[in-house]
C-alpha cells in the first residue's frame, strides 16, 4: 500500500481504486450510492465490504440455491452461525469458516485467529461454544514448507482452543501436491444456547447506543478480508503484516463476559468484528436493522497512537464486539466488562439517516447509506465449463500387488491414512468433561451438559473426487458426513460448508465450484441435512496454479439417547462382523491407486443418495436398538483400511472371509464404493439384524468374527494388529521429528 | 463436605470442579471469585486447571498474586484442605505452598491424554478411597507439567511419603515412556508436610462416569469425603 493512506482526503485516482482490489464498474456503482467521489476512508470501507471475503460476489448466485430449510433449523445462512433445534428449547449453533490465506503466511497465528474468529460467530449468538474441529489440507510432505505449516497450524490452534477452554474434538488432515503452495485451515464452532436466548445482530431502536468492548484496536489485519480475495504470488510473504495476531486470554474473558451481559435483558443486537472488523461489523448491523450508525472514531479504544479512520475501520485486531444496548443499561453492562477487565466504550448511536455515519476530530469522514453498500454489492455471474468426469477404471484393468498385507500397511503408514494422534494430542480434547466419544473414530460425540443428549459432529470432504467429477465429490463430501454422524448412532441434523476454490474469474475453476453446488445441492436434498451456515474461500492459487477443489462440509448430528452411542471399536471377542452395502471394487480416484501404484485417474465412485439413505437409515436403527456393539463408515482405503482402523481401535484381532466372486480381492478390499458401512454385533444378534436388513432390502453381508491378535482375511493376508498399530502410529511422528 | 471453586480469569476447568464436586459430594460448591477478600468456611477450596491470565507470565505466577490468595493461604494455615489441579498445581507451587516448580513439558508440545497414575501413598487425605500401588486412568492436558524440584526436596518428598500419584505404565512401572512431560521421579502429583494441600498435574475431575470413559477419579474426592468423616 502506498503512503497515500496516511492522508485522508488523497485524490481517488483509478490507480488508488484498482490497489484496493476494485473494478471500474465497481468503482462507478459506488459513485452512484454516494452521489460523489468517496473519501479514503469510504474508498477502505467499500473496498472490504465488496472483497470477495466479504461479498460472496462470485459465488451468491449458486449459492442460492443450496436447500437451508427444514423444520428443525431455527436460523439458516445470513446469521453470523446457523441454528438448529435439539429439543427442550435448546438449540445447537455452528458455523466453518476459512483461515487460508493467514496460515500461509503465518501459521500459528493464522490458525490461532481462526479459531478465535469462528468462536466468537457462535458466542455473537447467545450459544456456549461447546466443540472445536477443523479440516485442515497441506502440501505434499515432502515440501520444504510443510513440516513448518502443519507444527505451526496445529499449536496455533492447540494454543488457542486450549486456553479459551473449548475442546476441539477433532477434523481431518490430508497432504496432497495442489496444495504446496495454498494450504487450508478451515475451522469450525459447535455452541449451545437456549432457544429463547439467541441473539442476532440485526440493530434497532433510534437513539440507542452503541458499544465497543474486548480488546483494542491496532494495526494488525488491515486489509485482511482484500488479501484472502486475491491470488498468491511469490512476494505473498511481504502480506505478513496483514495477518492478526490471537489473545485466547483475552477471547476466554469476552466469552464470559458477553454470556453473562446476554443472560440479561439489555441486548439488543450484538456482533462480532471479524473480517473488515469495525466496517462489516456495523454495516451489518445497520443495513440488518434498516436504522443508520452513526459512530465517534474518537472513542474507539485503540491500542496505537494516530491511527487514522482508515485504520480503524479497516483493522482486523481480534477479540472485539459491537454491541447495542437498551437505553439506560450502560452502566449496568460497563460493571460487567470492568469486572471481567475488558475494554467497554460507548462509540456512537443508532439514527434513522440509514446511513454509516464516521466523524473523528470534529470532521465527518464518511457517510455511506448501508442498505445499498451492503445488498446492492456486486454481484458476477462468472462464465463457467463444466468438468468432464474421466472415464470409470475396470477393476480388472488394475494389476493385484506383490502382497495385499504389504499394501494395506503401506497404506495404513502411509501420510494420509496415518494416525493423527500426534496431532490431536496437542488439543485439549476433554476439557468441560462432556467429551464422549474421543477424536479418532468417525466422528466426535459431545454431550449436551447436564442432560442425556449429544451431538456428534464431522468434517469431511475427499478432493481429489471433486478434482476428477466436481458434481460426485460434491455429493460425496455431504455423504461422507452424513454417515459418520450415523455411524455413531446420532441422526444427521444439518450441515457447515466451507468452500475452497481456486480462482473464480477461470471457468474451469467456476465449473469445478458449480459443479460441487450442485452436488451438494442434490445430496442435501435426499439425505434431508440442510445447509445452515458456511463460507466461501476462493483464489486458493499461487502463480496461477489452483487447489484441487475442496468443499469441505462439517455435519452435525443429535443423539438423543447417548447411552445408545456406538464407536468404531468392537468390545467383545466373538463378536460377528458384517458388512452392509454394495461392493463393487471401486478402484478409480482411490487411496490404493493413489498410494499404491501413485496415479490419480479414473472416475470417482459414484454416490447413490437414495441408496446411502436406506443404508444409513437401517444402520441408525440397529444402533438405536442395542443391536450394534461397533460401527464405522467405509470410505478412503475402503474395506481392508476400515477393518485395519476397527481392530486397532479395539486392539483385537479378525478372522474375516470375503465373498468377492469375480472382482479381484485387491479391488474389493481397497475399492472405495459408496453407502457401506462394517458393523459388529453380538452372535446372539446377527440373525436378526441380517433379518432386519434383508425386510428393508439393504444388503448385508457376514465377513467374519472378532478373534485373537491378528486381522486375518482368507486368501489375502495375515497381519498382527501391534504390526498394524506399529505402522499407522508411526508415520506422523517421525515424519515431523524428521527421520522420514 | 462444604467446598469452594477458585475461578481466575481464564480458568477454564472450574465447572469441571464444580460439577464434580457437586456430583460426589451431593452439596453445591462456593464459587470464589479471584478478587473475592473473604471467603466462605469450607473443608475444601479447589484451585482448578486452565490458563489464569493467559500463562502469559510463568504459570500461576498472577493468579498467586490475587486479592483471594490471602484468605486462601489462611485457611490452608488454620489446616482447611485445598486441592489445586493443573494451572491449580502451579499456582500453588507459585504461593509456595507446595514445593517446586511445574516447567514446559519436556516435548515442548502441549499434551492431552490419558496416562496411568501409581497411587504411592493410600493413607493421606486426598487418596485414602484407592489402594496402594493401584494404578488408575487420569487425563492430563498441559503444557507446562514437568514437575522440578532440589534433590533434597525430592529426596524429602519421597521419604516423607508425600508424593500422592506417579506417572507409570499399565503394569505400575514408572519408566520414561510413561511419563508424559518429563517430570522427575515421574512425579503427577505431591502433598504439603502437613498434608492438607495436594496439588497434581492431571484431572481427577475428567473421569467421574462411565459415559467420560471411566469413573478412576472418583476416588480423590472419595477420599476427602471419608476423611471428614
Redesign the interface.
Known amino acids: 500500500m502506498t503512503e497515500t493512506i496516511w492522508n485522508n482526503n488523497p485524490e481517488i485516482t483509478e490507480d488508488l481504486v484498482k490497489e484496493h482490489g476494485l473494478s471500474e464498474s465497481e468503482h462507478e456503482l459506488m459513485i452512484k450510492i454516494l452521489g460523489r467521489e468517496p473519501s479514503l476512508t469510504e474508498l477502505g470501507i467499500f473496498s472490504v465490504m465488496w472483497s470477495e471475503h466479504c461479498s460472496y460476489k462470485s459465488s451468491k448466485l449458486h449459492l442460492k440455491t443450496l436447500p437451508t430449510k427444514a423444520p428443525w433449523v431455527i436460523h439458516g445462512p445470513g446469521e453470523n452461525a446457523g441454528v438448529i433445534d435439539i429439543g427442550d428449547n435448546q438449540a445447537a449453533i455452528f458455523k466453518m469458516e476459512s483461515h487460508n490465506h493467514p496460515s500461509y503466511i503465518e501459521p500459528y497465528q493464522g490458525a490461532a485467529t481462526g479459531v478465535g474468529g469462528i468462536l466468537r460467530d457462535v458466542f455473537t449468538m447467545g450459544a456456549r461454544p461447546i466443540a472445536n474441529m477443523n479440516a485442515l489440507r497441506f502440501g505434499r510432505p515432502d515440501h520444504r514448507k510443510t513440516r513448518h505449516l502443519l507444527s505451526g497450524v496445529v ?1 496455533g490452534i ?2 488457542y482452543g ?4 473449548v475442546p476441539t474434538v477433532g477434523g481431518e488432515t490430508n497432504f496432497h501436491p495442489s496444495y504446496d503452495g495454498n494450504i487450508l485451515v478451515n475451522a469450525m464452532a459447535v455452541g449451545l444456547a437456549d432457544q429463547d436466548k439467541i441473539f442476532l445482530s440485526a440493530a434497532a431502536g433510534v437513539g440507542n447506543p452503541v458499544i465497543y468492548v474486548g480488546s483494542k484496536t491496532g494495526r494488525d489485519g488491515i486489509h485482511g478480508a482484500t488479501m484472502a480475495s486475491a491470488e498468491f504470488t511469490e512476494d505473498s510473504e511481504e502480506k505478513r503484516p496483514t495477518v492478526q495476531v490471537g ?4 477471547e ?2 469476552l466469552i464470559e463476559a458477553c454470556l453473562e451481559l446476554m443472560s440479561t435483558d439489555m441486548v439488543v443486537a450484538i456482533q462480532d468484528m471479524g473480517a473488515a472488523g469495525l466496517t462489516s461489523s456495523s454495516v451489518e448491523m445497520a443495513s440488518g436493522g434498516g436504522v443508520g450508525f452513526t459512530l465517534n472514531l474518537d472513542k474507539v479504544p485503540q491500542r496505537e497512537e494516530h491511527m487514522t479512520p482508515y485504520e480503524m475501520m479497516l483493522s482486523e485486531s481480534q477479540e472485539r464486539m459491537l454491541v447495542v444496548l437498551k437505553p439506560d443499561r450502560v452502566e449496568e453492562a460497563e460493571a460487567i466488562f470492568r469486572k ?2 475488558l475494554d467497554f466504550a460507548v462509540i456512537g448511536n443508532i439514527t434513522d439517516t440509514g446511513n454509516l455515519t464516521l466523524k473523528w476530530q470534529g470532521e465527518t469522514v464518511a457517510d455511506i447509506p448501508t442498505q445499498p453498500l451492503a445488498d446492492n454489492s456486486p454481484e458476477y455471474d462468472r462464465p463457467w465449463v463444466k468438468t468432464e468426469p474421466p472415464a470409470t477404471i475396470d477393476p480388472n484393468d488394475v494389476a493385484a500387488p506383490n502382497d495385499i498385507g504389504d499394501a494395506l500397511l503401506k497404506m495404513v503408514g502411509s501420510a494420509n491414512l496415518s494416525s493423527r494422534e500426534w496431532i ?10 462432556d ?2 466419544q ?1 477424536p479418532g473414530g468417525d466422528a466426535a460425540v459431545v ?1 449436551v451438559h447436564g442432560t442425556n443428549k449429544a451431538l456428534a459432529i464431522s468434517t469431511d470432504c475427499t478432493p481429489r473426487y471433486c478434482y476428477a467429477d466436481p458434481f460426485e465429490g460434491g455429493k460425496q463430501a455431504v455423504a461422507e458426513t452424513w454417515r459418520n454422524v450415523t455411524a455413531t448412532g446420532a441422526q444427521p441434523m444439518a450441515i457447515t460448508d466451507c468452500l475452497n476454490f481456486g480462482n473464480p474469474e477461470r471457468p474451469d475453476i467456476m465449473g469445478q465450484f458449480v459443479g460441487a453446488i450442485d452436488g451438494l445441492r442434490e445430496a442435501c436434498t435426499v439425505l434431508e441435512y440442510p445447509v445452515i451456515s458456511g463460507n466461501v474461500s476462493l483464489y486458493n492459487e499461487t502463480n496461477g496454479k489452483g487447489i484441487h477443489p475442496t468443499p469441505a462440509i462439517g455435519g452435525v448430528g443429535l443423539l438423543k439417547d ?2 445408545k452411542m456406538v464407536t468404531i471399536a468392537p468390545e467383545n471377542e466373538g463378536d460377528v462382523i458384517l458388512l452392509v452395502g454394495e461392493s463393487n471394487g471401486h478402484i478409480g480416484c482411490t487411496q490404493y491407486l493413489s498410494i499404491i501404484e501413485g496415479r490419480e485417474e479414473g472416475a470417482p465412485p459414484p454416490v447413490d443418495l437414495a441408496l446411502e439413505k436406506k443404508n444409513g437409515d437401517f444402520v441408525r436403527a440397529q444402533i438405536q436398538n442395542g443391536n450394534i456393539s461397533a460401527c464405522h463408515d467405509i470410505s478412503d482405503g475402503g474395506l481392508f483400511v476400515t477393518l485395519a482402523e476397527m481392530a486397532m481401535a479395539a486392539g483385537k484381532g479378525m478372522d474375516i472371509a470375503l465373498h468377492n466372486g469375480d472382482i479381484p480381492m485387491h479391488a474389493y478390499g481397497f475399492g472405495e464404493d459408496q453407502a457401506r458401512y462394517v458393523i459388529a454385533t453380538a452372535p446372539q444378534e446377527a440373525d436378526a439384524v441380517i433379518e432386519a436388513a434383508e425386510e428393508v432390502g439393504v444388503s448385508v453381508a457376514r465377513i467374519g468374527v472378532i478373534r485373537g491378535q491378528d486381522l486375518d482375511v482368507q486368501d489375502a493376508f495375515t497381519i498382527s494388529v501391534d504390526e498394524l498399530l506399529d505402522a499407522h502410529g508411526s508415520w506422523m511422528p517421525k515424519y515431523m521429528a524428521k527421520e522420514l | 463436605m462444604k467446598s469452594a471453586v477458585v475461578t481466575f ?2 480458568s ?2 472450574d ?2 470442579m464444580f ?2 464436586l457437586e456430583k460426589i459430594t451431593g452439596q453445591t460448591p462456593h464459587r470464589i471469585w479471584h478478587q473475592d477478600c473473604e471467603i466462605p468456611d469450607v473443608d475444601v477450596i479447589a484451585l482448578p ?3 489464569s ?4 507470565l510463568r504459570c500461576g505466577a498472577m493468579a498467586a498474586r490475587s486479592p483471594a490468595i490471602k484468605a486462601i493461604r489462611d485457611h490452608a494455615d488454620r489446616g482447611g484442605n485445598v486441592i489445586g489441579v493443573c494451572n491449580g498445581f502451579q499456582v500453588l507451587t507459585e504461593m509456595g505452598l507446595l514445593p517446586g516448580a511445574l516447567m514446559r513439558n519436556a516435548s515442548l ?5 490419558t496416562v496411568q497414575l501409581k497411587v504411592e501413598n493410600a493413607d493421606s487425605t486426598f487418596t485414602n478411597a484407592y489402594g496402594k500401588g493401584d494404578v488408575i486412568d487420569i ?1 492430563v ?1 498441559h ?1 507446562d507439567g514437568n514437575y522440578f524440584a532440589d534433590a533434597d526436596t525430592l529426596a524429602e518428598l519421597e521419604d516423607t511419603g508425600r508424593i500422592a500419584f506417579r506417572y507409570v505404565n499399565s503394569s505400575g512401572e514408572a519408566t520414561a515412556e510413561a511419563n508424559p512431560n518429563g517430570s522427575q521421579h515421574n512425579i503427577a502429583g505431591i502433598m504439603n508436610k502437613r498434608g492438607n494441600i495436594l496439588g497434581m498435574m492431571p ?1 481427577p ?2 473421569l467421574i462416569e462411565d ?3 471411566g469413573t478412576d477419579g472418583r476416588g480423590f474426592f472419595e477420599s476427602i469425603i471419608n476423611t471428614l468423616n
Not at chain 1, 162 to 165: H, I, K, L, W, Y
Not at chain 2, 109 to 113: A, D, L, P, W, Y
Request: a negative charge; charged letters at 25%.
Open positions: 499449536e492447540g494454543g486450549n486456553c479459551v477452554g489473545d485466547p486470554f483475552t476466554k474473558l471481567w477487565d490431536w494430542e496437542q488439543y485439549d480434547h476433554q476439557v468441560m468433561a467429551t464422549i474421543l454431550r447417548s447411552s | 480469569p481464564a477454564n476447568c465447572r469441571d460439577d464434580a486447571g486452565g490458563f491470565f493467559g500463562d502469559y508440545k502441549f499434551v492431552c491424554k487425563p492436558a503444557h484431572h475431575e475428567r459415559a467420560q470413559g
